[in-house]
């Protein structure tokens, strides 16, 4: 599909679309054009990510992870999240950001949703944010939307459940298929302009997307969704350990930093670097 033809992706380069919006995910979807999107903690991610095209950009509770070094993502705060969010704004201008309502943000109730959603907003100037769970956080995506706020829902395995869901389960197998599908209709009554359904059978998460008005994105929820979402760091391989079936490496990175650095060791060792030209003159 030419770029003319596309109502956004067509990257920068695109001079009709300066700016993505939820409106755009929505006729992204109507079109039948895939939506981009991958995580992103830091400005200097995020202005690549954003030049390359990609369509929004998730400032994850993954950074408990990949920033953090936490095991999971329950410890993560909301002021740990903020200052990474707000970096990832600076980045872009094109891309939409989301900002991740992180484990014991929102669980309390729509009061407590809104007042998180609310300083993410105002403390980042993020776009819109999300938070985890179907039919048990309606009520809080409910409030959040009722504010002006965008709402990025997300069902399936949702990570900072891993304990009660009993470890990383695909989700929507066999019989819990149903339940997958009532939350997926939950979230888009409750007012999500999106939802992220992440590891989930392929077949399933088609009907999910048939049957919803709202965009799906795909974490590991297989190829008809309307949009795909990688954690950039299992994508650029930039993690170390174990990456999960559905990612698709498009870069080796943390192997190339790790030569970079083992050279940059030898150099100094050696006397190469600094070498003639990398020293001022009087
Ligand atoms: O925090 C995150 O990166 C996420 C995605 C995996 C959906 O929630």
Redesign the pocket.
């Known amino acids: 599909m030419s770029d003319e033809a596309r109502p956004y992706g067509g990257g920068t380069s695109d001079p009709a679309l300066k700016r993505v919006r939820t409106r755009h995910f929505q006729r992204a979807k109507e079109q039948g054009i895939k939506i981009t999107g991958l ?1 992103s903690y830091d400005f200097l991610s995020a202005s690549i990510f954003d030049e390359a095209g990609i369509d929004f950009l ?7 992870n ?1 920033v953090f070094g936490y095991d999971t ?1 329950i410890p993560v705060t909301v002021d740990e999240l903020i200052p990474l969010t707000a970096a990832v704004v600076r980045g872009v201008s094109r891309a939409l950001v989301v900002a ?1 309502m992180p484990f014991g943000s929102y669980e309390n109730g729509p009061d407590e949703a809104l007042h998180t959603a609310i300083r993410f907003m105002k403390e980042t100037r993020s776009h819109a944010v ?1 938070l ?1 769970g179907g039919t048990r956080s309606a009520k809080q995506i409910k409030r959040v939307v009722r504010a002006g706020i965008p709402v990025m829902a ?1 069902i399936g395995f ?2 900072q459940s891993e304990h009660g869901l009993g470890g990383h389960i695909i989700q929507g197998r066999g019989d819990d298929a149903q339940r997958l599908l009532e939350d997926a209709h939950a979230v888009e009554d409750a007012g999500a302009f999106a939802v ?1 359904l ?1 590891m989930v059978p392929s077949a399933i998460a088609a009907q999910v997307t048939e049957e919803l008005s709202i965009p799906t ?1 795909s ?1 590991g929820a297989g190829p008809h969704c309307d949009g795909q ?3 950039w760091s299992d994508w650029a391989g930039m993690s170390r350990g174990r990456i999960p079936r559905f990612v698709k490496q498009y870069a080796q990175i943390g192997d190339t930093l790790l030569e970079a650095a083992k050279t940059f060791r030898d150099d100094v060792d050696s006397g190469v670097y600094p070498a003639a030209e990398h020293e001022y003159s009087e």
């Open positions: 995580t998730l400032v994850g509770d993954s950074a408990g990949t993502t991740d999300k985890e997300h949702t990570p992220v992440e994105i974490v979402l990688l954690v």
